[in-house]
């Protein structure tokens, strides 16, 4: 009890005024064989039960750091669904980039803010101010063998740096990441561990970074999880709204053993070869029955 109050403590400057859905990532294998995945987007109450689509525009870089545009991507009612295209070895990093959500005015009542009713006038002298959500979700995949160039490089004002290479999470063994805000470590701030099944208002399973803004999670066990970080400040110069409720999630599989990989070149040339012999290869002929 006493930790869901300091988890509930620790969120109330990051909440948003009023209930939400977070948004998440989720790709049909972290690891894929071929040249592409599929990649599920929602926002969701609940993990991973989508109800709620993502925009469009999502994207990524691939190993070498380069953007990654999909243009196969489907905006469902509940969710979006894209194909993206693995062409090279190595780790992607899929994201949508930061979202901005509505803008809500907020008034300061009893040393708390909330939201102003349409049609309100706030009391006289009462503080007031407006808020913007900034949503953020990334995952990662690897095809062929881990690398750390994407993993190594942070985007989005909130930021979520993994230590552990994302797609080599051990259960066993725990991850590691590094909270980060406007590049800076983001200290004393609860981040949530969220499984399958487990709706978003669940605190329970939370860690606070240290002075590094670093956090570790430990896993009862192996399965899909959520990481997401909270922080409210202020937006920059020009921006629709004075604050921004930022919220940053991180999908990932925690594995009971890591795959070995495999050399993406010497196996799509041995494809070539098995293709080029079964074209060379004539049909064999029925015994008893001529061929026309």
Do not use: C
């Amino acid at each position: 009890m006493k930790k869901h109050v300091l988890a509930a403590a620790l969120f109330a400057v990051a909440a948003t005024p009023a209930a939400a859905y977070t948004s998440y990532l989720k790709p049909e294998s972290y690891w894929p064989e071929g040249r592409e995945v599929a990649v599920e987007g929602s926002f969701a109450s609940t993990f991973f039960a989508p109800q709620i689509a993502l925009p469009a525009d999502i994207a990524g870089r691939n190993p070498d750091g380069s953007e990654a545009v999909y243009d196969r991507v489907a905006v469902q009612e509940t969710a979006t669904r894209l194909e993206a295209n693995l062409p090279a070895a190595g780790t992607y990093r899929i994201s949508t980039g930061e979202q901005l959500g509505n803008v809500t005015t907020l008034v300061g009542e009893n040393g708390q803010w909330r939201a102003l009713a349409q049609g309100e006038t706030p009391a006289e002298g009462a503080p007031v101010t407006t808020l913007q959500t900034v949503t953020l979700a990334d995952t990662y995949v690897t095809r062929g063998q881990a690398s750390r160039q994407v993993v190594d490089q942070p985007h989005g004002r909130l930021a979520i740096k993994p230590v552990t290479h994302p797609n080599q999470v051990l259960a066993a063994q725990g991850f590691q990441v590094d909270i980060l805000f406007d590049g800076a470590p983001l200290a004393n701030s609860a981040v949530v561990l969220y499984g399958e099944g487990d709706p978003d208002t669940d605190l329970d399973r939370y860690v606070v970074t240290d002075a590094a803004g670093r956090a570790t999670f430990t896993f009862d066990a192996p399965g899909h999880y959520v990481i997401a970080a909270r922080h409210r400040a202020d937006m920059p110069a020009g921006s629709a709204a004075q604050v921004g409720s930022y919220t940053t999630t991180l999908t990932f599989e925690a594995l009971t053993e890591v795959p070995a990989g495999y050399d993406v070149a010497e196996r799509e040339a041995e494809a070539e070869r098995a293709a080029r012999r079964r074209e060379r290869t004539p049909a064999r002929r029925r015994v008893g029955r001529p061929d026309y």
